[in-house]
T-cell receptor, first 114, second 111 residues
């Protein structure tokens, strides 16, 4: 088995601030994902990376940057935090892509912007 | 338009009862389905996948897929309080790098 670690667990920022979230996986998976979840609702894909040095935009990439530094790590940057924003950011990984690719999720980073 | 629609939004069943969830894909290309479950404060975890017409049973969980109508359901028999969670349906297709999640159904199992 493996594990996905997300840091920090809680992140409090100020309006306009640049904030970085980090994700590490030891599954040796090729593909990694960043999702945003609002108020315990659905998952919206921000960015994904199918291999090291690859970056693909999801449905919600505006306002975010991402970086796949190496196979095991994937970072997400909120370029300018929005006032009163509250969301959970979930990192996931999978062995490859396609219909059989089960995604494994981390516990999430909870963002609050004051 | 969202590719995956789930119903109901929330569901309450007594302990030992049957919980049933529905899901439909609005895109005929997306006909491979997964069910994920998310307990409060945790990340989602895959429950089961279903890619062929008919039923697939894993313990207390049974999924049913009708590809003609792009409708998939999940049924939990003998529901336990520990089954209380947010249940997501997700759809994908061949030669696609990503999966699309529905908005989820919140299940509460009352002791």
């Amino acid at each position: 088995g493996g594990i996905i670690t997300q840091t920090p667990k809680f992140l409090i920022g100020q309006e306009g601030q640049k904030l970085t979230l980090k994700c590490q996986q030891n599954f040796n998976h090729d593909t990694m994902y960043w999702y945003r979840q609002d108020s315990g609702k659905g998952l919206r894909l921000i960015y994904y990376s199918i291999t090291e040095n690859d970056l693909q935009k999801g449905d919600l990439s505006e306002g975010y940057d991402a970086s796949r530094e190496k196979k095991s790590s994937f970072s997400l940057t909120v370029t300018s935090a929005q006032k009163n924003e509250m969301a959970v950011f979930l990192c996931a990984s999978s062995m490859g892509t396609g219909v059989y690719a089960e995604q494994f999720f981390g516990p999430g980073t909870r963002l609050t912007v004051l | 338009q969202q590719k995956v629609q789930q119903s109901p939004e929330s569901l309450s069943v007594p302990e030992g009862g049957m919980a049933s969830f529905n899901c439909t894909s609005s895109d005929r290309n997306f006909q491979y389905f997964w069910w994920y479950r998310q307990h409060s404060g945790e990340g989602p975890k895959a429950l089961m996948s279903i890619f062929s017409d008919g039923d697939k049973k894993e313990g207390r969980f049974t999924a049913h897929l009708n590809k003609a109508s792009l409708h998939v359901s999940l049924h939990i028999r003998d529901s336990q309080p520990s089954d209380s969670a947010l249940y997501f349906c997700a759809a994908t297709r061949n030669n696609n790098n990503r999966i699309f999640f529905g908005d989820g159904t919140q299940l509460v199992v009352k002791p």
